[in-house]
């Protein structure tokens, strides 16, 4: 399969200021992403795992090394807006909350069709099909197109965010967190959908989580780290059902199982 994104050795170092010492949020990390892949960055809160999505986006950029999107080296530079524009068309990305990524005076509508637009898609007479084709393809009805986002529920609202994504028709999705606030059912619902935007257009799927369970159910591939560090990188199942790593050990054996209980703390 045609490779999509080659990141070599990526580092990421937040200057300290006055007594404070530098923090290095990313150290070292290599991987590549093909196209139809799905990527799972995993680790702990501080890990440096949202910090990776970042630089892929251009939303920080590296200390050192280097990140490759389909031949081409990102320059460090600030980009043009047709270079912008380029980029949108490359990595789109969806947030942990779509309430918050999503203008609450806009409806779902209008949102998906500001990024057709962006997208380059301008003729008007193409836009409402296309908008109810991208709405209907997340498992969204056409009446929703009025809605606006406190109208929807949680699991409604990540949809329009994946629609609003997909409308750039990007090849590589990144999904930082994408299904940690919703409930159970409802993420086994999008957990489906994105499996099957995955079979239907072959974009490359990057979650950044810290969710084995989502791990094991959506992703082929799985990068384990820790502090900033890559800890363990390869096959999903060989990753999780043989880990090399005992750090990527302790985050297996820490997913609740079937007749887990919590420990209660003894009272005094």
Same mark, same amino acid.
């Given at each position: 399969?045609?490779?999509?994104?080659?990141?070599?050795?990526?580092?990421?170092?937040?200057?300290g200021?006055?007594?404070?010492?530098?923090?290095?949020?990313?150290?070292?990390?290599?991987?590549? &992403?093909?196209?139809?892949? @799905? =990527? !799972?960055?995993?680790? $702990?809160?501080?890990?440096?795992?949202?910090? #990776? /999505?970042?630089?892929?986006?251009?939303?920080?950029?590296?200390?050192?090394?280097?990140?490759?999107?389909?031949?081409?080296?990102?320059?460090?530079?600030?980009?043009?807006?047709?270079?912008?524009?380029?980029r949108?068309?490359?990595?789109?990305?969806?947030f942990?909350d779509?309430?918050?990524?999503?203008?609450?005076?806009?409806?779902?509508?209008?949102?998906?069709?500001?990024?057709?637009?962006?997208?380059?898609?301008?003729?008007?007479?193409?836009?409402?099909?296309?908008?109810?084709?991208?709405?209907?393809?997340?498992?969204?009805?056409?009446?929703?197109?009025?809605?606006?986002?406190?109208?929807?529920?949680?699991g409604?609202?990540?949809? &329009?965010?994946?629609?609003? @994504? =997909? !409308?750039?028709?990007? $090849?590589?999705?990144?999904l930082d967190?994408? #299904? /940690?606030?919703?409930?159970?059912?409802?993420?086994?619902?999008?957990?489906?959908?994105?499996?099957?935007?995955?079979?239907?257009?072959?974009?490359?799927?990057?979650?950044?989580?810290?969710d084995?369970?989502?791990?094991?159910?959506?992703?082929?591939?799985?990068?384990?780290?820790?502090?900033?560090?890559?800890?363990?990188?390869?096959?999903?199942?060989?990753?999780?059902?043989?880990?090399?790593?005992?750090?990527t050990?302790?985050?297996?054996?820490a997913?609740?199982?079937?007749?887990?209980?919590?420990?209660?703390?003894?009272?005094?």
């Amino acid at each position: 399969m045609p490779e999509l994104i080659k990141v070599e050795h990526l580092r990421r170092v937040f200057t300290g200021h006055g007594k404070r010492p530098d923090i290095v949020a990313v150290s070292d990390i290599s991987f590549t &992403v093909n196209s139809g892949d @799905a =990527l !799972a960055i995993v680790g $702990e809160s501080g890990s440096g795992k949202t910090t #990776v /999505a970042r630089m892929l986006l251009g939303l920080e950029q590296p200390s050192s090394g280097t990140i490759t999107v389909k031949g081409a080296v990102r320059s460090p530079r600030q980009p043009s807006a047709a270079e912008r524009r380029k980029r949108a068309k490359e990595i789109q990305i969806v947030f942990q909350d779509p309430y918050s990524s999503l203008d609450p005076r806009q409806t779902v509508g209008a949102a998906i069709e500001d990024a057709l637009r962006l997208g380059g898609t301008t003729e008007k007479a193409q836009l409402k099909p296309r908008t109810i084709e991208l709405l209907e393809s997340v498992g969204l009805r056409r009446d929703r197109l009025s809605a606006r986002p406190r109208a929807l529920s949680g699991g409604q609202r990540q949809r &329009v965010a994946i629609a609003r @994504a =997909l !409308a750039a028709e990007p $090849e590589v999705l990144v999904l930082d967190e994408a #299904v /940690a606030a919703l409930d159970v059912s409802t993420q086994a619902q999008i957990l489906n959908l994105l499996n099957d935007v995955r079979r239907r257009t072959g974009v490359a799927f990057i979650f950044i989580t810290h969710d084995l369970a989502v791990v094991n159910q959506v992703c082929t591939t799985c990068l384990v780290m820790r502090q900033g560090e890559l800890v363990e990188f390869g096959e999903t199942r060989e990753v999780l059902g043989n880990p090399s790593s005992a750090y990527t050990r302790q985050l297996r054996d820490a997913v609740p199982r079937a007749g887990w209980r919590p420990h209660r703390r003894a009272e005094a």
